[in-house]
């Protein structure tokens, strides 16, 4: 059964407070597709290369300005 559910989902390493240790994170295809899509519209959405970050803000807005 534990075979059959590792082929249902993909497992992520991401890590903890401070860097100190990696978490486990498992995803279904439904998300994992919906992830590599963010990372693929990340510069049609206005994002550095240089932010790592997976749900970060573009270069056009600031999350402190007032809209």
Do not use: H, W
């Not at 075979?3 to 991401?14: A, N, T, V």
């Not at 994170?25 to 590599?36: C, G, K, W």
């Not at 990372?39 to 573009?58: C, L, M, Q, W």
């Amino acid at each position: 059964m534990e075979r059959q559910l590792c082929k249902l989902f993909y497992r992520l390493e991401i890590a903890g407070k401070r860097g100190r240790t990696t978490v486990p994170l498992l995803m279904d295809r439904n998300i994992f597709d919906t992830l590599e899509l963010l990372i693929i519209k990340r510069t049609e959405a206005g994002v550095s290369k240089d932010n790592t970050y997976i749900f970060a803000y573009n270069n056009f807005s600031s999350p402190y300005s007032s809209n």
